[in-house]
C-alpha cells in the first residue's frame, strides 16, 4: 500500500519520464529512418517524374554495355572518351525507358511473352537479330535459322552446367550477351509499337496531299541580283539593348539551360625535357644493339617496344611506307634506326624472309562438350574415318559443335594475323604448314579442332618484321619539375580576379570564358577533364582548384561564375541576338534604299546593289536549298507567287535582299496521285515521330540529374 501511494505521489514525474522515453523511442526510429532515406538519396543518380534511379543500377547498366563493346570489337579497355559515350547512352536510355513505360502503361501497351519468342527464334525474327554476324551464313551473309537455333542451345542453363569448366565462362559470356541483346529487343519493339499508334493518329488527308503535289509540281527558273548584309557596316546600324531585350524575350523558351559554370582555367603541358630526350636516345641505342645481337627478338620487342611483337609473317602492302622500304631492300638480319618522329623513336629487324601463299581456305570439325579423353577417341576415329576417304563435309556436319557444321565446316581464308590472333598460334602454324587437302589436329580454347586446307593462294614474298616503338616520356624529375613550378604558382595566386595578369607574368596562357554545364565531360579540347568540371559544381564562384592532371596536361581551373538553372541570362546571348537584329534592319534599310528609287529592270538593280546578275532553274516552295544561294525561305515563297516577266520588289532574306524575275515556269508531268501521295506523307509522319516522339516524352519528363556528384 505503501508503495502503490509511493507511484501515485511522483504520477507527475512519471508521466514526464515515460513521456521522454517515448519522445527518445519515436525520435531515435525518426532519425535511423532519415539516415536511410538520406543515404538512399545520395544513392541516387537521377530521378525521373518521381522514379529514382540508384548508382548501382545506373553502373550495373554500364558494366553490361562495356561487357558487350569489347565483345564485339575485341578490346580489353576502352578510353576515356568511350567510357563518357557509354556512361551518356546508358543514361539516356535508362530516362527513356522510364518515360515509355509510363506511357505505355497508361494504355495498357506490352510486350508479350509470346511475342518475344516470335522475335527471338519464332516465325517473324527481328531484324537486329538478323543482322548480327553471329547468325548469318559466312558464304551468303544471309540469316541462317540453324545457327541461332544451334546458339540458344549451347548457352541453355543445362547445356553451360554439362560443358568442361574451361568452357563454362565463355558460354555465360554469350549467354549474357544474348540477354542484352533479347532486353534492347523487346525495349525496341515496345518502342515500334507505341509510335506506331501515335503515326496512325496523324493521317494526311486530301487537301494537304494536293498542297503537298503542288509545292513540288509547279518550278520556276530565274534571274536575280544580291545586296549581301556584309556590304552594310555595323557602325551605320542602330541595335539598343532594348532591341535585344525584346528579341530575348520573344525567344527565352529557347533559353532554357541547366545549372550552368563559367571557368578561366590555366593549362601547362607535361612534356619531356632535354635530359629525357637525351636519356631515350642512350636507351634506344643500347636496345638497338640488344636487337641486333639476340637471338630472342620476341622477348627484346615485348620487353622495349609500346607494340607486342607479332610471330607472323606479311606481305608488303601491311606495312607502312617506312618499314616496307625497309623489308623489301633490307637482308635478313639487318637492323634499321633508329627513326625519330613525333616524339617516338622506331627501329626495325627483319626476322625472317619467305615465298609462301598470304592466305589459305580453311574448313574445321570443332569437338567440344566432352571430356579430354573422349574428345582424344573422337579425334581419333574422325582422322582414321578421313584417311579412309570419308567426306570431311559430311562429318564436320554431323560432329562439329560450331554453327560452320551447317556449311559443312567451311571457316573461309585468313591469313597468319588473322589465324594467329582470331585463334592461337597453334592453329596459325597447323593450318599454313598442312598440304592442300589434308588434315590436321590443332588445340585451342574453344576445344580440338580438325581443321583441313582446302584452298591457298598463290606463294608471294612475306616478311617477318620486329618493330620497337618507344615514345619519350617525361621523366619523374621531369614531372615534378613542372608540378612544382605549377604549384608554387597557385600558392601565391589564389585571387581569380588577378589570376590573367599573374599567369601572364608567369609565362602561362589563361583561357576565360568557359561554360560548362554537368552533362558536359570536358573542358574545352582537354581529354580527361572530367574530374575539373565535377569540381567547379562543388564550389562557387571566385574558387580556384587545386592542380589537376589531365592526360598530358596540369590543369588550374576557377569558378567565374554560377549560374543557375533556368533560363540563359540575356547579356550572355546578346551577342548572336545582335547579329540577327543587325541583319534584320540592314534588310530594311537595303530594301528601303531600293524601293526609294524606283528602278523598273534587273539590270537597274544590279547596279544599284553593286551586284551582277546570276540565274538558277527548278525553284518551287518545297525547295529547301536553292542552288547557288543556299536556304532562303522567304525567296522560296516569293518566288511561288511571282508572275513570269515581272521583277519583284526587293526579298529580304537571311543573308542578303534579292530581287528577281521568274522567266520560266515548268510543270511536272506526272500525274496527281492522291493515294500515293497520302502514303508518303504518312510514311514520313511515321518516320519523323518515330524519332521525335519519345524525345517529346523526355522533354516534358521531370528529370533530377545528380551524375556530377559521381563521375
Known sequence: MATLEKIRSKAGLL??????????????????????????????VAEVDGEAISIQDYQNRIDEMVEMYKMQTGQTSLPDEYMAQIRQNVFDAMVQDIVLGEATDKIGMEVSSDELFDMVQGENISPLIQQMP???????????????????????????????VEQQEQLLKAKNYWMFWEKNIKRQRLEQKYTTLLAKAVGANKLEAKESFDENAKSAD??????????????????????????????????????TKVLKYVTVDIRPSQDDYNA??????????????????????????????????????????EMK??????????????????????????????????SV?????????????????????????????ADFAELAKTYSVDQAAENGGELGWFTEVTAL??????????????????????????????????DKTANVTKYKVADIDMTVTPSSKTYSNIYNELNSFLSKNHDIAKLDTAAQSAGYNVISNVSVTPDNQSVGTIKNSRQVIRWAFQNDKGAISEIFECDDKFVIAGVEKSIPAGYTPWEMVAPALKSEILAKKKGEKIAADLTAKNLTSLEAYAEAMGSSIDSVKFVSFGTRRISGIGVEPNLNAEISLAKVGQVSAPVQGDNGVYVF?????????KTYDEAGVIRTLDANNAYRLSYQAIQTLVDKAEIEDNRIRFY
Open 222 to 259: 530565274i534571274v536575280y541580283a544580291m545586296q549581301a548584309y556584309a556590304t552594310v557596316p555595323d557602325s551605320t546600324i542602330q541595335v539598343s539593348n532594348k532591341d535585344i531585350k525584346a528579341l530575348y524575350d520573344q525567344r527565352q523558351e529557347l533559353f532554357k539551360q541547366k545549372e
Open 280 to 321: 631515350a636516345q642512350k636507351e634506344i641505342e643500347a636496345v638497338k644493339d640488344e636487337l641486333a645481337s639476340s637471338e630472342k627478338v620476341a622477348d627484346v620487342v615485348n620487353e622495349n617496344s609500346e607494340v607486342p611483337y607479332v610471330d607472323a609473317f606479311f606481305t608488303d602492302k601491311s606495312f607502312d611506307p
Open 421 to 454: 590472333r582470331g585463334v592461337n598460334e597453334e592453329f596459325k602454324n597447323a593450318i599454313f604448314s598442312t598440304p592442300l587437302n589434308q588434315v590436321a589436329v590443332v588445340k585451342s580454347m574453344y576445344g580440338t579442332h580438325l581443321v583441313k586446307v582446302t
Open 134 to 164: 553471329t547468325f548469318q551464313n559466312p558464304q551468303t551473309g544471309a540469316f541462317d535459322r540453324n545457327a541461332l537455333l544451334n546458339f540458344l542451345k549451347a548457352i541453355d542453363s543445362d547445356a553451360i552446367a554439362s560443358a568442361p
Open 15 to 44: 508521466v514526464v519520464v515515460v513521456g521522454l522515453a517515448l519522445f527518445a523511442f519515436i525520435i531515435g526510429d525518426f532519425l535511423n529512418s532519415g539516415s536511410t532515406y538520406f543515404k538512399q538519396s545520395q544513392e541516387r
Open 325 to 358: 622500304q625497309f623489308a623489301t631492300t633490307a637482308e635478313v638480319g639487318a637492323v634499321y634506326g633508329p627513326v625519330f618522329e613525333n616524339d617516338k623513336y622506331r627501329l626495325f629487324k627483319l626476322v625472317a624472309k619467305t615465298s609462301a601463299p598470304d
Open 661 to 669: 524575275k521568274v522567266y520560266a515556269e515548268n510543270t511536272d508531268a
Open 361 to 389: 581456305k580453311v574448313s574445321h570439325i570443332m569437338l567440344a562438350n566432352k571430356s579430354d579423353e573422349e574428345i582424344a577417341s573422337l579425334a581419333d576415329s574422325l582422322m582414321g574415318a578421313i584417311k579412309s576417304g
